[in-house]
Nanobody, 115 residues
Framework: QVQLAESGGGLVQPGGSLRLSCVAS????????MGWYRQASGKQRELVAL???????NYADSVKGRFTISRDNAKNTVYLQMNSLKPEDTAAYYC?????????WGKGTLVTVSL
């Protein structure tokens, strides 16, 4: 069982930045496929960014050039640096870990981009 805990959400103005963090339990974090997803009100959950155990990264087209996913294996933590935020980035952001084929999810952290 892997537990995930997100933090760092909040209210930010358009054009601003936030950094989300997700701490994972377990001793094999370096082998986890980690990702960030988001779900806006009334919409389906969508992929934002992935960071594989080999270090490769993938992003949704809507966030390319603005968001950066990274990980610190020594701290069992994955980050999502979000720059140039737009109102359409408003959503609950969820951390995901895939561990030997099993999905684990955090409870989410809310990001609101508004004046």
């Amino acid at each position: 069982q892997v537990q995930l805990a997100e933090s760092g959400g909040g209210l930010v103005q358009p054009g601003g930045s936030l950094r989300l963090s997700c701490v994972a339990s377990g001793s094999m974090f370096s082998r986890y496929f980690m990702g960030w997803y988001r779900q806006a009100s009334g919409k389906q959950r969508e992929l934002v960014a992935l960071n594989t155990s080999s270090g490769s990264r993938n992003y949704a087209d809507s966030v390319k050039g603005r968001f950066t996913i990274s990980r610190d294996n020594a701290k069992n933590t994955v980050y999502l640096q979000m720059n140039s935020l737009k109102p359409e980035d408003t959503a609950a952001y969820y951390c995901n870990a895939v561990v030997y084929g099993t999905d684990y999810w955090g409870k989410g952290t809310l990001v609101t981009v508004s004046l």
